[in-house]
């Protein structure tokens, strides 16, 4: 069996027998170090059943394992096992694909609406590559290039609002080369003079693609309020997050 399989059907058993009646769950304390240990594990193993909690029936994972570990028969070989596993592990990787397939689409459409209604806002401006932009504050500052490390403070969101990052939040503006993050900051800051204040939207192309952090997801269009603090001749002190 694989080892995501075997992982998850421990998590599923492990957190049946708790609920099959455990002395701490009837008075929710953690008194000892063991039990604090093994309430660590049980929150962190039980945090990777959601995915397949349609696709399993406790009881069942539950007797399986009482007959495993009491070393009786089971009612699956050791093969009949692995190939179950193995065609789980493939149903869950066709879902997952599935899933991405049509949020891309899903993405791409309503990012390319997003933009085509975007373009004639109000003081929005868009380059060749299809970057749109629009200046909040002009600095008085030099414009970077390419080749330059920069120092920024952003937040960005996605089209329906949703915040994914922020240097705002955290307290501390991002230092990064200008050439090391995605082809809509490269393209969008060397528009900027140190000091500016503006507001990019980024196409998928331009950013992340299908290729995107599960908090963005892929075909994102993407928007960054940013303004460019100074051009940094030091190297980079934090890795980009955009």
């Known amino acids: 069996m ?17 609920g099959a009646g455990s002395a701490l769950a009837a008075d929710a304390s953690l008194k000892t170090e063991k039990d ?18 349609d696709d399993i029936d406790l009881a069942t994972v539950y007797k399986a394992m009482q007959d495993a570990v009491g070393g009786g028969k089971t009612l699956l070989t050791e093969e009949e096992a692995n190939k179950v ?27 390319e609406a997003f933009l085509a209604s975007n373009k ?17 504050k002009e600095g008085t500052g030099k414009k970077p290039k390419a080749t330059d490390t920069v120092k920024v403070d952003y937040t960005g969101t996605k089209i329906d609002g949703t915040k994914f990052d922020s240097s705002v939040d955290r307290g501390t503006p991002a230092t990064f080369p200008l050439n090391g993050v995605i082809k809509g900051w490269t393209e969008g800051l060397q528009l900027m003079t140190e000091g500016s204040e503006y507001k990019l939207f980024i196409p998928a192309d331009l950013a992340y693609g299908e290729n ?21 001749n030091a190297a980079a002190t934090e890795p980009a997050k955009k």
Do not use: W
């Open 85 to 111: 596993g193995q065609d789980f592990q493939q149903k869950l990787q066709t879902k997952h694909l599935a899933e991405q397939k049509a949020a891309a689409e899903k993405n791409k459409t309503e990012g």
């Open 212 to 232: 995107a952090p599960p908090n963005i997801g892929p075909n994102a269009t993407l928007i960054f309020d940013v303004k460019l603090i100074s051009i940094e």
């Open 2 to 18: 694989t080892r995501f399989t075997c992982k998850t059907l421990l998590a599923v058993a492990v957190l049946t027998a708790f």
């Open 120 to 136: 004639s806002k109000s003081g929005v401006k868009t380059t060749a590559s299809g970057l749109q932009y629009q200046v909040v």
């Open 36 to 53: 604090k240990v093994s309430y660590m594990v049980g929150m962190q193993i039980g945090r990777s059943l959601g995915q397949i909690k």
